[in-house]
C-alpha cells in the first residue's frame, strides 16, 4: 500500500521560506513523477511542480517558476519542495503526489501552509 506523508507547512511572513517535505512509503517501482499540488479555499486544486523519472526534470507553472524548487532523494523516496520569496497567494494545503504510469494516482494528506502579509 502507497502512502505518502508530507510535512514543514506552517506560518510564515510575505518574502519568507519554507520546505515541504513528502516521504513515500510502499512503492514498488520508481513513479514516473513525483509532483506538488496546491488547493486554496474556493479555488481548484494546482500544480506547482514535479520532479519526473530517474533524470531528475523538473517542471513548473509560471505562478511560482524561479520561487518554488522541486527536488529529490530517490534513494529515500523522498521529495521536497522548497518555496521562497513567498506571497500571500501562496496560502494554500499543500499536497504531494505520485504519478504512476501516467496519472497522479496515490495523494498525501496534505499540509498547510499560510503565508502573512
Known amino acids: 500500500q502507497v502512502q505518502l506523508v508530507e510535512s514543514g507547512g506552517g506560518l510564515v511572513q510575505a518574502g519568507g521560506s519554507l520546505r515541504l517535505t513528502c516521504v513515500a512509503s510502499g512503492l514498488t517501482v520508481r513513479p514516473l513523477a513525483m509532483g506538488w499540488f496546491r488547493q486554496a479555499p474556493g479555488k481548484e486544486r494546482e500544480f506547482v511542480g514535479a520532479?519526473?523519472?530517474?533524470?531528475?526534470?523538473?517542471g513548473y507553472p509560471d505562478s511560482v517558476k524561479g520561487r518554488f524548487t522541486v527536488f529529490g532523494d530517490n534513494t529515500r523516496n523522498t521529495v521536497y519542495l522548497q518555496m521562497n520569496s513567498l506571497k500571500p497567494e501562496d496560502t494554500a494545503v499543500y499536497y504531494c503526489a505520485v504519478n504512476d504510469r501516467g496519472t497522479y494516482k496515490y495523494w498525501g494528506q496534505g499540509t498547510q501552509v499560510t503565508v502573512a502579509s
Open positions: 520532479i519526473y523519472g530517474s533524470g531528475g526534470t523538473t
